[in-house]
């Protein structure tokens, strides 16, 4: 089968990419073309691959050309992130609208119908004045979205269910948690500051944390976002349980027990490099997310939550540990 | 001030003109200009206002120049019906969700940030394999349309959202029902027979109902539909309580209810001339719309429902009455 995953270079999808390789399968297929769509060239080891293919360039311009390849399946993951978006409202339609709605238009024309993987987010929650957003938020929440980002990842959502039932895709939209411990450095996302304050003290490096220690808020490891993206492509149409996004599976916790937790495997000398101080405009937006979330369709298929927030940063150091830039990742740790 | 209408030649959008030209304010505003934009022309009789404008033509076409026209409020009424959406899926993202976004995109350039209604529509609600609607939705109802019309409409209602909470508009998404008794011919809308059983029997002409006299259905009258625009146009934004669609109010109807308004109104003869054939097609869609709606919302701005449906069907005759097509559409009335 040939397969495409947007985003493709980035941190979630260049994992997706491994995960699968290494299984060889999807779906029951053998993946015999990976295409790995992003504006970004895909990491090294994923190029060394036969079966791997880049497609380098803004989706916009290329959608097309991508749906003409054929994909019998996609994991649309490509997006501008919440920072970016509230920052530049034009980049945000254009990278998250009308990229997402071209990709479907041109696979609507090409006419094959693919298994389609849209990665939404938990950002279409919010509190509203007519609407109170309740702490925890399940499936069956009113989505009330309070950034740019949120609310395009809504309407794609929304796209990418009504062509579904036109029989133009096989669509699925998941809602990601605050994927954590990302590497690499801070991006854009005002959610960065979840990987920052475990990763910099890890490094050796100072690491500011810009909300309060009681915010709590619903996350999940690299790992278990993976798992769940492949379980959702996997899912038979009637086990997924119907054209709705589905939340994935969170570990909802404070940043005080993710600190707790760096402190419980990495000791205090790590722990002491995180201080708090408060970004007003990151803080404005994070008080505006859900606190946790729940995932009731995803337990249906098997999916778990992390275990705990000290399994996560093992994960992280663990695969730190097997990479190239070891040694940078982990000096704090090793200091 | 200077106003735009979308939709201005329809007939909601044709009344709602002639009720403020009437009122000659809109929100303690002088109306000084009235721009009616359609793809038909206006009716004579708004046509002979000074007041009024006409700007023919699709939406999608003209959007850009009509924000350059710098209004001051919009109401943005515009939209392909149910029906054209299911048939035509490249018009109902056209016309409903390209224009719309053309629309907000050119009054964000101009920077005037104008008070903008737009009317959504209780099509954004049905059920879902993994959540069941409500026989009765209310304002904190998950939408989750199943049709491309409701999927657009709902979309647009977000966008509205943001482009409201950006500060480029002054944005209010309201949920019409379905408007009748609608005068003139059937339309392409699935809903078009909620007025067809009504309108043709009353014109002595045949009408068949597709549904079960069970189906209960939101409906309101064109007089209250056009009641619920101003008032949320004229509402404070604190007062309007929340950036996400409101409900307008319904009277929950049963078709059988409908018939007997009409025979108690109009005699058993006029009653006599609907009989019920079942349509697939049209029961199909129908079956997956609310049996019935609430407005907690609009009710908090002394919106009302219509008190009963007898009184819908007054109306429709006492409007007729008072136009120059009233022998025709009263013929069967008069028989």
């Given at each position: 089968?040939?397969?495409?995953?947007?985003?493709?270079?980035?941190?979630?999808?260049?994992?997706?990419a491994?995960?699968?390789?290494?299984?060889?399968?999807?779906?029951?297929?053998r993946?015999?073309?990976?295409?790995?769509?992003?504006?970004?060239?895909?990491p090294?080891?994923?190029?060394?691959?036969?079966r791997v293919?880049?497609?380098?360039?803004?989706?916009?311009?290329?959608?097309?050309?991508?749906?003409?390849?054929g994909?019998?399946?996609?994991?649309?993951?490509?997006?501008?992130v919440?920072?970016?978006?509230?920052?530049?409202?034009?980049?945000?339609?254009?990278?998250?609208?009308?990229?997402t709605?071209?990709?479907l238009?041109?696979?609507?024309?090409?006419?094959?119908?693919?298994?389609?993987?849209?990665?939404?987010?938990?950002?279409?929650?919010?509190?509203?004045?007519?609407?109170?957003?309740?702490?925890?938020?399940?499936?069956?929440?009113?989505?009330?979205?309070?950034?740019?980002y949120?609310?395009?990842k809504?309407?794609?959502e929304h796209?990418?269910?009504?062509?579904?039932?036109?029989?133009?895709?096989?669509?699925r939209?998941?809602?990601?948690?605050?994927?954590?411990?990302?590497?690499g450095?801070?991006?854009?996302?005002?959610?960065s500051?979840?990987?920052g304050?475990?990763?910099?003290?890890?490094?050796?490096?100072?690491?500011?944390?810009?909300?309060?220690?009681?915010?709590?808020?619903?996350?999940?490891?690299?790992?278990?976002?993976?798992?769940?993206?492949?379980?959702?492509?996997?899912?038979?149409?009637a086990?997924?349980?119907?054209?709705l996004?589905?939340?994935?599976?969170?570990?909802?916790v404070k940043?005080?027990?993710?600190?707790?937790?760096?402190?419980?495997?990495?000791?205090?000398?790590?722990r002491?490099?995180?201080?708090?101080?408060?970004?007003?405009?990151?803080?404005?937006?994070?008080?505006?997310?859900?606190?946790?979330?729940?995932?009731?369709?995803?337990?249906?298929?098997?999916?778990?939550?992390?275990?705990?927030?000290?399994?996560?940063?093992?994960?992280?150091?663990?695969?730190?540990?097997?990479?190239?830039?070891?040694?940078?990742?982990?000096?704090?740790?090793k200091?």
């Amino acid at each position: 089968m040939k397969l495409l995953i947007t985003g493709g270079a980035g941190f979630v999808g260049a994992r997706l990419a491994r995960t699968l390789l290494a299984r060889g399968t999807l779906a029951g297929q053998r993946l015999d073309k990976v295409v790995l769509a992003d504006q970004f060239p895909p990491p090294p080891d994923l190029l060394a691959d036969a079966r791997v293919e880049a497609r380098t360039g803004a989706l916009l311009a290329q959608a097309a050309a991508l749906a003409d390849e054929g994909f019998d399946g996609a994991f649309h993951l490509a997006s501008a992130v919440s920072g970016e978006c509230e920052a530049d409202f034009d980049l945000g339609l254009r990278s998250n609208l009308d990229s997402t709605r071209a990709l479907l238009d041109g696979f609507r024309r090409v006419g094959k119908a693919p298994r389609f993987v849209f990665s939404s987010s938990i950002a279409v929650f919010g509190p509203d004045a007519a609407v109170a957003m309740p702490p925890v938020v399940s499936d069956t929440t009113l989505p009330a979205p309070q950034t740019s980002y949120g609310t395009q990842k809504l309407i794609c959502e929304h796209l990418v269910a009504d062509y579904t039932r036109k029989g133009y895709l096989d669509g699925r939209a998941v809602r990601l948690n605050t994927v954590t411990v990302r590497p690499g450095r801070p991006n854009g996302a005002a959610s960065s500051f979840f990987s920052g304050i475990i990763r910099e003290p890890l490094a050796g490096v100072e690491s500011i944390c810009p909300v309060a220690a009681e915010v709590s808020h619903p996350v999940a490891s690299p790992a278990r976002t993976v798992e769940g993206l492949i379980a959702v492509y996997e899912a038979d149409r009637a086990a997924f349980g119907g054209r709705l996004a589905m939340n994935l599976p969170a570990l909802n916790v404070k940043v005080g027990e993710m600190l707790a937790a760096l402190e419980q495997v990495a000791g205090k000398a790590v722990r002491a490099r995180v201080r708090f101080e408060r970004d007003e405009r990151i803080a404005g937006i994070v008080a505006n997310w859900p606190t946790g979330a729940t995932a009731q369709r995803a337990a249906a298929l098997g999916l778990k939550p992390d275990a705990s927030f000290a399994d996560i940063v093992r994960q992280y150091i663990a695969d730190c540990e097997s990479g190239p830039d070891a040694a940078a990742a982990l000096a704090g740790l090793k200091a």
